[in-house]
């Protein structure tokens, strides 16, 4: 059973940096690859990142690209997302989610708020 735990959002500033984790369990996250999606208030659900199951590949949407990192270490079941000179649009709840695109199931969510 896939479950995942996202934590380390909250208030930021405009300009500011944050660092989101995910917790994996239930499969084997070392052959996963695995996806950050975020979903802003009164949208739908967006793509953010993927990473491939070895960490050496990843892509970014448009919207984050030069300013968010995705990252994981394998060892600890741990996906990383570094987000760096945040704006009030990065504002939504975060998901960590399975699967290139995230399609095979994603955690509860952390909500980050970008505001002065």
């Known amino acids: 059973q896939v479950q995942l735990v996202e934590s380390g959002g909250g208030l930021v500033q405009p300009g500011s940096s944050l660092r989101l984790s995910c917790a994996a369990s239930?499969?084997?996250?070392?052959?996963?690859?695995m996806s950050w999606l975020r979903q802003a208030p009164g949208q739908g659900l967006e793509w953010v990142s993927n990473?491939?199951?070895?960490?050496?590949?990843?892509t970014y949407a448009d919207a984050v690209k030069g300013r968010f990192s995705i990252s994981r270490d394998n060892t600890k079941n741990m996906l990383y997302l570094q987000m760096t000179s945040v704006k009030s649009e990065d504002t939504a709840v975060y998901y960590c989610?399975?699967?290139?695109?995230?399609?095979?199931?994603r955690g509860q969510g952390t909500q980050v708020t970008v505001s002065s």
């Open positions: 989610a399975k699967g290139w695109g995230g399609s095979s199931g």
């Open positions: 239930g499969f084997t996250f070392s052959r996963s690859d």
């Open positions: 990473i491939d199951y070895s960490g050496r590949s990843a």
